[in-house]
């Protein structure tokens, strides 16, 4: 069951939070904040909360992560080391990955406008590539032969299904940007198989992000087996690899209620296999990319209160030392997240929680109970894992946090904190 907090998060009788064994105070003074902190064992747990249920409903499986959650070497490597493989959507996420631990067969290659040097990137590594149109197929072909190789492609379809989610993270959609329409599948199916140097692996759906009903994947699953089915009479071919994508959602606020992973994975498993059975199918590889449900509990931010500002009769503020540059995330999509003080306990009265940014709308929620704050206080904010660091910024020419990830009471800098020698790099 997705959890708001890290697995490994308990409060000590004195009050005091610890997260991978460590107090997250200690963390804040070792560190600095803003702080992004990453409990190994939760993203360890969430790998295996794909994987053990896979390997007994389905085990000719393979589950990617989506890295535009949240990617760095030493993220890529431990998910690596629980054989997990990576989904990028471009060649900086590429590059990351190519030089991770997570080995390039385990690589898929999104993206709906990736550039001729993204293209050749992957080819020259042997990245599989999950092509979006039909002006990147001929692409593809013709680089491959410029440098005489194989592509090995999935292709994306635009599934036609409506999930329930904000609208800036729906991607099944008819008018979606993402994916072939159906009505071409078969012309550039048909596209790759008879021509020499594009080799097909199968097909690609995703419906959305932050999603909480089991059934639009189930409704996913018959609609593509029924391509499955159509692609066989069609072309004459069976895939062997079929990608349901990501998007399962993840516990922000206690009230939340996103599915158990392991019944999603009975679920879908058992009505797959049904509709394979039912067709005369022969079972696929199946590829799931699952981004935030992996890492996002996973991570939790760390700010120091700087100032609380009464707003006498309207609002109290708690200032903190980050805000919109290092998550965007309730600006741009509303999100609600869950904060507690990391040095006292208890609920108090609300604050409304505010950033340093120069702009009124960074603020990162309303109506936060805490026990009276004061200057110098550390803030967890939980749940900032996946699509925090991913989307940071340097608004306001701030320099983005550190994240260390902890784990038995030791912790290790993942990434370091930006210099103000970081920040002018590029100034000339
Ligand atoms: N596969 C594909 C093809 C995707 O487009 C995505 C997410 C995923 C997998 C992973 O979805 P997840 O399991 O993480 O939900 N920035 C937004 C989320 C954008 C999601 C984009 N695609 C946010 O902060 O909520």
Not at 15 to 22: M, T
Not at 248 to 267: H, V, W
Not at 307 to 318: H, N, Q, R, S, T
């Amino acid at each position: 069951m997705s959890t708001v907090k890290p697995i490994t998060l308990t409060r000590h009788l004195e009050g005091e939070l610890e997260v991978g064994g460590i107090d997250l105070t200690e963390l804040a003074q070792t560190y600095g904040t803003p702080l992004y902190v990453l409990d190994e064992a939760t993203l360890r747990d969430n790998c295996r909360a794909y994987t053990a249920p896979l390997s007994q409903h389905y085990p000719n499986y393979q589950v990617v992560f989506a890295g535009k959650a949240g990617l760095n070497k030493g993220i890529l490597n431990l998910i690596a080391e629980e054989g997990l493989g990576v989904d990028v959507v471009s060649g900086g996420e590429l590059y990351t990955a190519l030089k991770s631990d997570v080995s390039p067969d385990k690589i898929l290659f999104h993206g709906n406008n990736k550039s001729l040097e993204e293209i050749s990137m992957a080819l020259d590594h042997q990245i599989r590539i999950v092509v979006d149109n039909g002006q990147e197929l001929k692409n593809i072909q013709t680089l491959c032969q410029q440098k005489a190789c194989t592509a090995n492609l999935l292709v994306r379809l635009k599934p036609e299904i409506e999930a329930h989610t904000h609208d800036y993270i729906k991607t099944g959609h008819i008018d979606s940007k993402f994916g072939i329409d159906k009505r071409e599948l078969i012309d550039i199916i048909s596209f790759i198989v008879d021509t020499p140097e594009l080799k097909f692996l199968g097909i690609h759906g995703h419906i959305g992000s932050q999603i909480f009903d089991v059934e639009p994947y189930l409704d996913l699953v018959r609609i593509m087996v029924g391509h499955l089915v159509h692609i066989k009479s069609e072309v004459g071919v069976e895939v062997e690899e079929l990608n349901l994508g990501g998007g399962i959602g993840i516990r922000y606020i206690e009230q939340d209620d996103p599915p158990a992973i392991d019944l999603f994975i009975e679920k879908l498993t058992t009505l797959l296999k049904e509709e394979l059975k039912k067709a005369g199918l022969k079972e696929p590889k199946l590829i799931l990319e699952p981004g935030r449900s992996i890492i996002g509990n996973a991570g939790l931010t760390l700010y120091t209160v700087g100032a609380v500002k009464p707003i006498p009769g309207i609002k109290d503020y708690v200032f903190v030392d980050g805000g919109m540059a290092d998550n965007p995330r309730p600006m741009l999509y509303q999100a609600e997240y869950t904060f507690e003080l990391a040095n006292k306990a208890g609920k108090g009265k609300p604050y409304t929680i505010a950033g340093k940014y120069c702009e009124s709308g960074d603020v990162l929620a309303e109506g936060v109970l805490l026990p009276e704050p004061s200057v110098g206080d550390v803030l967890a904010v939980y749940g900032t894992g996946a699509y925090n660091y991913a989307m940071a910024s340097n608004y306001n020419r701030c320099q983005r946090p550190a994240m260390v990830g902890v784990f038995g009471g030791h912790s290790r800098v993942l990434v370091r904190r930006e210099t103000y020698d970081d920040v002018i790099r590029y100034d000339l």
